[in-house]
């Protein structure tokens, strides 16, 4: 599959600065992606821009690359204050605040802006110190940031620039109001740029009442699947067949994620796959910040190959070279299904998504497809089927888990964490906070689950409650 990118225009051609086209060209980007191509005109001149494209398209540069090169140029203010940023970017999940972060910054250290990254989750007392040492750009969550704006830690009175990514998950997840209040107390004259791949569920009021004399860049049609995808819809006669086929499937050698409906299965999974020999970690809402951060940084090192989410990943983690994408559940409705599928494909590769059908499933499948454009033929498959084993290729070699942790004082010999699902790097801390070292109680109501940890990164205690789950 080629590549998206267009090689005849160059960012310099499209008005980038020469230090800008220098930090792009050191993290080996050269050339614009169509988005990139299309809004880099109007934003560098200080247009109000709406970008509409599907995931993958390359919005985050799209608008970081004029962020920092308007206010290191023309509207450079000088000395930084505290708190006082002159640039805010607003995300709708910690994930992905973090990896527009991380994107951000090499552009912004051309010109020594700094950034700083405010999300709930975490103490706020790191943000505070930052907010006070005085900061350029702020990569936030809608929540957090109008926290630390009720207790005067910031004020958004000198946002010169103001970008909404992925407005339409703001809307899904209940942030509207929120945005709301936060845009309406930057500065009516200042650059907005919104990005978003639909404008449903009230985003189109966000449009009409903050945006002036907007740009529409649409490069990609509402809700339409990456061309460079390739789906299969995997038929299997029972729970076991299942189970056999998502284990065989993520064996392959590059990296996987796998979608599941709970937190509770999706912690199972993970520790399951990594006991098969398949080093694997989980991504939910119950995990502590720094249990997420772990997760991700060593899905991304290549360290776990396989990581199983819910839908908290469906948009948040951004990954290069993820080659398949699983639905072992398949999701409640057809945009859940475009934005997990999304997590492959991305910036020009190609990838495969698999979506596992049991026969009570297939006819809401069905639906589901049919309303997300997707034209597939489901194939009855076994772990063993010749098109599944050519879809994996290459099965990576078994990795042995780290031994067990002891047991807790308290844990009655029934201890069951993973310890080791990276192969014995990292991992080790999953039995203090991320939840995957729980352990079944059956005195404990039912047998729920019941966290070994500390941090309340995992699973609700009958005692514990709201103080262990800050992370729901």
Do not use: W
């Not at 973090?98 to 405010?118: F, S």
């Not at 339409?224 to 995997?234: C, E, K, L």
């Not at 392959?252 to 409906?261: E, H, K, P, Q």
């Not at 190959?305 to 699983?326: E, K, M, N």
Request: contains cysteine; charged residues 25%; proline residues 5%.
């Amino acid at each position: 599959m080629s590549d998206t990118r267009t090689p005849d225009t160059t960012f310099a051609a499209l008005g980038v600065r020469e230090p800008l086209v220098k930090a792009l060209a050191d993290k080996g980007i050269t050339s614009p992606f169509p988005i990139q191509v299309d809004t880099l005109p109007d934003t560098l001149s200080g247009r109000d821009v709406l970008g509409r494209g599907k995931t993958g398209s390359g919005k985050t540069l799209a608008f970081s690359i004029p962020m920092v090169s308007r206010l290191a140029g023309e509207l450079s203010g000088g000395k930084r204050r505290p708190g006082r940023p002159v640039g805010l970017i607003l995300a709708p999940t910690r994930e992905l605040a973090t990896q527009i972060t991380a994107a951000l910054e090499p552009l912004a250290a051309a010109y020594d802006l700094r950034v700083t990254t405010i999300f709930g989750g975490v103490s706020q007392n790191r943000q505070v110190s930052a907010l006070k040492a005085g900061v350029d750009i702020v990569v936030a969550c809608p929540g957090r940031l109008e926290d630390l704006m009720k207790q005067k830690f910031v004020s958004l009175d000198a946002v010169e620039i103001t970008v909404l990514d992925e407005a339409d998950h703001m809307a899904d997840l209940g942030f509207l109001p929120v945005v709301t209040r936060i845009l309406s107390a930057t500065p009516q004259q200042g650059q907005r740029l919104l990005f978003s791949a639909t404008l449903d569920n009230g985003v189109d009021k966000l449009v009409k009442r903050f945006l002036k004399n907007e740009v529409l860049h649409s490069v990609d049609e509402a809700n339409s699947p990456v061309a460079a995808m390739t789906h299969h819809v995997f038929d299997v006669d029972g729970v076991e067949a299942k189970r056999k086929l998502v284990e065989r499937l993520a064996s392959g050698t590059g990296r996987r994620i796998l979608f599941m409906r709970t937190k509770h299965q999706a912690r199972k999974l993970a520790r399951q796959l990594t006991e098969a020999g398949i080093p694997s970690v989980d991504l939910h809402g119950n995990l502590s910040q720094a249990a997420r951060d772990r997760n991700l940084a060593s899905f991304s090192a290549g360290e776990a190959r396989v990581l199983v989410a819910t839908d908290v990943a469906a948009r948040g983690v951004h990954v290069d070279d993820v080659q398949l994408v699983v639905h072992v559940d398949p999701p409640a409705e057809h945009k859940a299904y475009l934005h997990r599928s999304g997590r492959t494909a991305r910036a020009g590769s190609a990838g495969d998504v698999v979506t596992v059908v049991l026969p009570e499933q297939r006819k809401d499948l069905a639906v589901l497809m049919r309303k997300a454009a997707i034209k597939v033929t489901p194939v009855r498959s076994t772990a063993d089927s010749a098109h599944v084993l050519d879809l994996i290729g290459d099965i990576a070699p078994h990795v042995t888990p780290a031994p067990k942790a002891a047991p807790a004082s308290n844990g009655g010999g029934r201890n069951q964490r993973p310890g080791g699902a990276q192969g014995g790097r990292g991992q080790g801390g999953r039995a203090h906070g991320e939840g995957g070292g729980a352990r079944r109680s059956r005195s404990g109501g039912a047998g729920r689950t019941r966290a070994a940890s500390s941090t309340g990164g995992g699973t609700r205690t009958a005692a514990a409650g709201g103080s262990r789950r800050r992370q729901g």
